[in-house]
């Protein structure tokens, strides 16, 4: 019974062995690392342990970005949380040090954490008993999405263009190749790409798979954006952009006009008075679109038919009502840009802004401010 016994213990500690040279493998470099943080499809909290209590609740609704220069931003939803981070060798032994504002609910994440493991799906630290484990978000399996088909189009056709902001190919990260290009999705299922040189035409659609929305774009074979062709399951989606992955490749697009208004596209060739001439077609222009804050309030303005005078002077008539204002085209820091001026007890006073011009795409004049949308369609 003795040499059993023994025999039983000689067996737990050789897995032990096994066991703990698993979690401190030596193949990951500090490089392999650093990429690995910064080539996912963003990281979730899936397990954040410390001093025994179990806090995995606090912080699995972040999604957390690492980006090459030393970043790294939480959202959850309208919030983010800015931190840095480094990845070091000490003893001998791959180190993440993260750093949150001390004020902030990510703060208990600041501290330096031993690597322990990676697999397909994400990370592995401690540091003594404490436990953090990331999973890699859409790393493999391409997780279904709460977001069904009509809101995905809806936020696709909705922002005055998007820019993509990750792309990554066999692990490759091509997002340079694509950031140039300034992506506008019209709701007949077309998407135009605009750069420096001539626009790019493709088709894309969005539909439902086993659950799961997807975005299938098809661009021009002997085209720059060839490499977007293929079928793209969604993730998730924030105020400034909407992410996809297919198996490990990832697609981010980032929305153009979030927190900034953008330069319009340097191919549109759009002047001030190339704009003045198309806002004065005599037969008048009605508003397709308008939102404010993220809420669509097209359908109040829409009845209108807006009839703009070289002379400054604009009119906005519907059946039984006519509200008059004034208007001006001009440039400023080198963007076209449309000021309105409407009575303040009217019904047009949500108009009263500078917008910056963005496109003309066949008869619809697009136009931005911040988040908010404003396009004219020639009549």
Known sequence: MRKIALLFLALMAFTACEKEDDLNPTSMSREDLVSTLTLSNGLRITEFVEDGADMTSDFNPYVFDFETNGTVTATKGSETINGTYSVFLDDGRKELRMNFPMTSALYELSDDWY???ANETGLRFADGVDVIHFQNIGASSNPPSGMIGENLMSSLTSVEGLKISKFI??????????????????ANGSVTATST????????SV???DGRTELRMNFPINSALYEL??????????????????GGDVLWFQTAGS??????????????????????????LKITKFTEEGLDMTSWFNPYLFVFQSNGTVTASKTGEIVNGTYS???DDGRVELRMSFPMNSALQELRDDWYFIKVNGNVLRFADAGDVLRFELQ
């Open 115 to 117: 690597f322990i493991s």
């Open 169 to 186: 190919e066999e692990g490759v990260n091509m997002t340079s190749d694509f950031q140039p290009y300034l992506f506008f999705f019209d």
């Open 197 to 204: 040189g001539a626009d790019i035409v493709g088709t894309y």
């Open 207 to 209: 539909f439902q798979d």
């Open 229 to 246: 062709n293929d079928d793209w399951y969604f993730i998730s989606a924030s105020t400034t952009g909407l992410r996809f992955a297919e």
């Open 259 to 284: 927190g900034s208004n953008p330069p319009p596209p340097s191919g549109s060739g759009t002047t001030r008075d190339d704009l003045l001439s198309l806002m004065t077609s005599p037969n008048g």
């Open 329 to 331: 085209v001009f440039t």
